[in-house]
């Protein structure tokens, strides 16, 4: 039988984003709802080795650290719904969620950490070699990569800036992509072809990734896409840079959000064009995407709402007593 929960805090998605705003919401006493969607943890339970979120000096497990975030955020008050919401309804005073099974969750608030999947190429070995060569964020990964050889794969604003990102760590960087031309903004095609340390492969496709003995990756196999030749390039990683899908079909028409589906958000604030409806993470965010920026948001989500709460609640008192 369906069930209704209500809280003053909804948050949906348990990724960085959610769970850092369900621990401010809980210790403020808002008594938050998480459902966790179809990838409870979010995106970092799909790594392995995390350097660069801060408090730890060795690395680190992107699973161990979800793990982690979720037991911070349920030992503080925080509810975990294992559930996923296939609709919403944001017009009245608290905000509806609906569930796949039907349960209805209600919010005096809402925090949207739906995030943002990385696009995958979809070609054989790509998911298999996924942590052991293949990548889809330089600024995660390609510390990993010092002095070896690796490849970025795209041709767009996101790729040619994930390569020059790898220069940093890299000498011998390649762009491959399918067509004879890019498709990004000039200045940055500009710094790409004028850096000695990239070089492009025009007119080739990924028809696969190869492992070597080892397990890990060794090469990739191309497809020339105006000759159909067959090559192969060898390189230690390879940097899947096709671009992110936001999570946000849910808030089409709904809520304001860009042409490539990022949710809106007032300047420097998690605020939508909804008061009393938040975005926090990389539902909101297409530049930095990190677990730590993602983690900054949700705080700054949970601290609003927890204020946007209390004005409300304090006007709704002086009515009552003027009236
Ligand atoms: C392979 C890989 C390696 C990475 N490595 C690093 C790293 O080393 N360091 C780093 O800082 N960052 C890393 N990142 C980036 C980092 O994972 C993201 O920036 C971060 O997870 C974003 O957090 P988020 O909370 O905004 O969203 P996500 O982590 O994407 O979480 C989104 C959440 O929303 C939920 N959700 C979506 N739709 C619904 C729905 N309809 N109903 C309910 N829930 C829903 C999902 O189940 C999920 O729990 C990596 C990313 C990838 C893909």
């Known amino acids: 039988m369906a069930t209704t929960h209500k ?5 949906i998605g348990s990724g960085p984003a959610g769970l850092s705003a369900a621990i401010y919401g809980a210790r403020a006493g808002m008594e938050p709802i998480v459902v966790q969607g179809l990838q409870p943890g979010g995106q970092l339970t799909i790594t392995t080795d995390v350097e660069n979120y801060p408090g730890f000096r060795e690395v680190i497990q992107g699973p161990w650290l979800m793990q982690e975030m979720q037991a911070q955020a349920e030992h503080v008050g925080t509810r975990m719904m294992w559930d996923t919401i296939t609709s919403v309804d944001l017009t009245g005073g608290t905000f509806k969620a609906i569930g796949d099974g039907g349960d209805i969750y209600e919010g005096d608030t809402l925090v949207i950490c739906t995030g943002a999947q990385a696009k995958w190429l979809g070609v054989p070995g790509e998911q298999e070699l996924s942590g052991k060569g293949v990548s889809a964020c330089a600024t995660c ?3 990993f990569y010092r002095g070896k050889k690796v490849v970025v794969i795209g041709g767009g604003n996101t790729a040619v800036e994930e390569a020059l990102y790898l220069t940093n760590h890299s000498d011998d960087v390649t762009l491959i992509h399918r067509r004879d031309s890019l498709r990004c903004e000039k200045i940055l095609e500009e710094r790409l072809l004028a850096n000695p340390k990239i070089s ?22 191309l497809i020339d896409t105006e000759t159909g030749a067959e090559s192969e390039i060898e390189t230690d990683g390879a940097f899947v840079a096709i671009g992110h899908a936001p999570a946000t079909e849910l808030f089409k028409d709904k809520l304001a959000m860009d042409a490539s589906g990022y ?4 300047s420097g604030t998690p605020k939508t064009d909804i008061p009393g409806v938040f975005a926090a993470g990389d539902v909101c965010d297409h530049t930095y995407r990190q677990a730590i920026t993602a983690a900054g948001m ?3 989500a949970a601290l609003d709402a927890e204020r946007y709460l209390a004005e409300k609640e304090f006007s ?3 009515e009552t007593v003027q009236g």
């Open 316 to 318: 709704g008192v002086t």
């Open 141 to 143: 990964d390609g510390f």
């Open 298 to 300: 949700g705080c700054m």
């Open 263 to 266: 949710l809106l958000v007032q």
């Open 200 to 221: 492009v492969v025009w007119n080739k496709r990924v028809e696969r990734f190869v492992a070597g003995e080892a397990g890990d990756l060794r090469a990739l196999a």
């Open 7 to 11: 809280t003053r805090m909804l948050i």
